[in-house]
Nanobody, 113 residues
Framework: QVQLVESGGGLVQAGGSLRLSCAAS????????MAWYRQAPGKQREWVATMSSGSSTNYADSVKGRFTISRDKNTVYLQMNSLKLEDTAVYYCNAERLGVYYWGKGTPVTVSS
């Protein structure tokens, strides 16, 4: 089992920045890709960014150029700059290990005007 705990969410004005963290614990040997997803009120959960175990990264078009995913051992970060109102959502961490996907409980991000 892998446990994921997100932190760093909060209230920020449009144009501001936040840095989210997700710490993995438990059976973290051979932890593969780690990713961020988000779910806005009334919408489906959507993928935001992924970092593979080999450090390659991919981003959703909606956040490309504004968000940066990084990883330090078993902690993954999401640096969010130039935040927009539409970035308001609960952000979830996701990790893959041996073909099994794990989720954190999420951290809320609210962007105000």
């Amino acid at each position: 089992q892998v446990q994921l705990v997100e932190s760093g969410g909060g209230l920020v004005q449009a144009g501001g920045s936040l840095r989210l963290s997700c710490a993995a614990s438990g059976s973290i040997f051979r932890l593969d890709a780690m990713a961020w997803y988000r779910q806005a009120p009334g919408k489906q959960r959507e993928w935001v960014a992924t970092m593979s175990s080999g450090s390659s990264t991919n981003y959703a078009d909606s956040v490309k150029g504004r968000f940066t995913i990084s990883r330090d051992k078993n902690t993954v970060y999401l640096q969010m700059n130039s935040l927009k109102l539409e970035d308001t959502a609960v952000y979830y961490c996701n990790a893959e290990r041996l073909g099994v996907y794990y989720w954190g409980k999420g951290t809320p991000v609210t962007v105000s005007s």
